[in-house]
């Protein structure tokens, strides 16, 4: 079983074009993140969130608590997003630090 | 940015071998972790810190061991490496608490022949 899922797992799109990721998970949590990882480099955190939506510049994040989904929109998408982005869940009745991710998506946006 | 620095960031060595990960910090957080990232699999955890010679195991906390002697280092330690341990590791740190945002590490990508 997979606690959290993210779709799609691949994502190609087009620069400037309007992307959006979804994140569905099962369990009762606390807090979403929205990681990115540049292909060979670390990880950073974009969002963390518990409910309503968070803006940083081109991305936006949105979470309905109620029906356990969250989305991560990119407007006006760059080739400098290309990215595995993960979601990763903060669950009731998980040890510190023990966030339950999703496996990723890859995206790809082509100039 | 918070200040994490892993070494090696990349090692290659035989199965039976020992190894250490070391994850060093220096924004004084409390919380650290040690993931590792497989193809087909979310980040995973293996161990983490909640204070000097605090630790509490994770979701896949066998053949590893961990120490923390000092708030700023963390190590991680596979007494005997297998090739099953082959992948790559990233350390994390945070303000603990399950709404705490974590700050990862560049990765320590690891081959066990």
């Known amino acids: 079983k997979n606690e959290v899922e993210q779709s799609p797992q691949n994502l190609t799109a087009q620069e400037g074009e309007f992307i959006t990721i979804n994140c569905s998970y099962s369990?009762?949590?606390?807090?979403l993140h929205w990681l990115q990882q540049h292909p060979g480099g670390g990880i950073v955190s974009l969002f963390m969130l518990s409910s309503g939506k968070k803006k940083h510049g081109r991305l936006i994040a949105t979470i309905n608590i109620q029906e356990k989904h969250s989305s991560l929109h990119i407007t006006a998408s760059h080739p400098r997003d290309s990215a595995v982005y993960i979601c990763?869940?903060?669950?009731?009745?998980?040890?510190?630090?023990?966030?339950?991710f999703g496996k990723g998506t890859k995206l790809s946006v082509k100039p | 940015d918070a200040g994490i620095t892993q070494s090696p960031r990349h090692k290659v060595t035989e199965t039976g071998t020992p190894v250490t990960l070391r994850c060093h910090q220096t924004?004084?957080?409390?919380?650290m972790y040690w993931y590792r990232q497989d193809p087909g699999h979310g980040l995973r955890l293996i161990h983490y810190?909640?204070?000097?010679?605090?630790?509490d195991k994770g979701e896949v906390s066998d053949g590893y061991s961990v120490s923390r002697s000092k708030t700023e280092d963390f190590l991680l330690t596979l007494e005997s490496a297998t090739s099953s341990q082959t992948s790559v590791y990233f350390c994390a740190i945070g303000y603990g608490g399950n709404t705490g945002e974590l700050f990862f590490g560049e990765g320590s990508r690891l081959t066990v022949l």
């Open positions: 369990v009762g949590i606390s807090a």
């Open positions: 810190s909640y204070g000097v010679k605090d630790t």
């Open positions: 990763a869940v903060s669950w009731y009745g998980g040890s510190q630090g023990n966030l339950i």
């Open positions: 924004e004084n957080h409390r919380y």
